[in-house]
C-alpha cells in the first residue's frame, strides 16, 4: 500500500559507495557530517513537510538519525537503484511508487552551500500557476569562444569592444542543489523536472559540487568562508 508522508518532501539519496570520496556523504566537513549541511537547509525550510533521506547504509542511517530532528525520516534502497550505473531518477521513482505525497524537492548532499532561503524562494517559484518544476542554477559571467572551421569565433562578446567581466550577462548553470516538480510529474516523465521550467539563481560560489577531492578542498573552504561572513545572531 502506498503510505501518505505529507504535501513536500525534501528528497536526498545518499548512497553508501563513492567511487572518489569514500562515504563521502558522512565525510567530516568543516567539523559536521557533510550531509548536515543540506540538512539544515530541508529542515529549516518552513514549506517542507518532511524530509526524507533514501540510503542502502546502515552507517548513514545511524549519522542522519543522529542530527536529531523528528522532521526526518530514512528509509532503504533497493540493491538495483544502488549500483554505480543507477541514475538518481531510479532511486526518486523507486520512492515515489511507494509513498504519497504532492510535491519532491530532489536535494544533493553534495551542495552544501545551500540554504533554506534558497528552497524558499524555489518553493514560491513553483507554486506560480504557470511552473511546472524548478532548478538551482549560478550565473557564470565568461568569455564564450566556439570553434567554427579552423577558426575560433566568440559567442557573447566583441573583442576588439571587451568589457569588463562584470559587465556582461552571462550564463545560467545548473548547479545541482536543488530540483522541484510534482510526484505526478515525475511518475509521467521519469524525469526531475519537466514541463514549464524555471530557475532560482544561487550565489556564485555554490557552482562546485563535490565529485572529486579537489573540489572538496574548494568546497569546505568556501563554507567555512561563507560561516564566518554570517552576522551574529540577535539576543
Known amino acids: 500500500m502506498v503510505r501518505?508522508?505529507?504535501k513536500t518532501v525534501a528528497f536526498i539519496p545518499l548512497r553508501e559507495k563513492s567511487k572518489s570520496i569514500p562515504f563521502k556523504n558522512i565525510k567530516d566537513m568543516n567539523g559536521r557530517p557533510l550531509v548536515y549541511w543540506v540538512l539544515d537547509a530541508a529542515v529549516h525550510c518552513k514549506e517542507i513537510d518532511m524530509v526524507v533521506v533514501s540510503t542502502d547504509?546502515?552507517?548513514?542511517?545511524?549519522?542522519?538519525?543522529?542530527?536529531?530532528?523528528?522532521k526526518i525520516k530514512v528509509i532503504g534502497r533497493s540493491e538495483e537503484v544502488s549500483t554505480d550505473s543507477a541514475n538518481t531518477e531510479s532511486v526518486m521513482l523507486e520512492f515515489a511508487s511507494n509513498y504519497d505525497f504532492d510535491d519532491i524537492i530532489l536535494i544533493q548532499a553534495t551542495?552544501?552551500?545551500?540554504?533554506?532561503?534558497?528552497?524558499?524562494?524555489?518553493?514560491?517559484?513553483?507554486?506560480?500557476i504557470t511552473v511546472d518544476?524548478?532548478?538551482?542554477?549560478?550565473?557564470?559571467?565568461?568569455?564564450?569562444?566556439?570553434?567554427?572551421?579552423?577558426?575560433?569565433?566568440?559567442?557573447?562578446?566583441?573583442p576588439s569592444n571587451r568589457p569588463r567581466r562584470q559587465e556582461i550577462d552571462g550564463f545560467l548553470v545548473e548547479n545541482g542543489a536543488f530540483y522541484i516538480t510534482s510526484r505526478n510529474s515525475l511518475l509521467k516523465t521519469q524525469s526531475r523536472i519537466s514541463g514549464n521550467v524555471d530557475a532560482v539563481e544561487m550565489r556564485e560560489e555554490s557552482y562546485y559540487e563535490i565529485d572529486e577531492l579537489n573540489?572538496?578542498?574548494?568546497?569546505?573552504?568556501?563554507?567555512?568562508?561563507?560561516?564566518?561572513?554570517?552576522?551574529p545572531a540577535n539576543d
Not at 551542495?111 to 506560480?128: A, N, W
Not at 549560478?138 to 562578446?157: D, G, L
Open 4 to 6: 501518505r508522508i505529507g
Open 57 to 70: 547504509s546502515k552507517e548513514i542511517k545511524s549519522t542522519v538519525y543522529q542530527y536529531g530532528s523528528e
Open 111 to 128: 551542495s552544501p552551500l545551500l540554504t533554506s532561503e534558497d528552497l524558499t524562494k524555489g518553493i514560491k517559484k513553483y507554486r506560480q
Open 133 to 158: 518544476s524548478v532548478l538551482s542554477v549560478v550565473r557564470q559571467r565568461r568569455f564564450i569562444w566556439e570553434k567554427s572551421h579552423h577558426t575560433m569565433k566568440p559567442v557573447n562578446y566583441n
Open 215 to 231: 573540489d572538496w578542498i574548494i568546497v569546505e573552504n568556501l563554507l567555512r568562508n561563507s560561516i564566518d561572513q554570517k552576522p
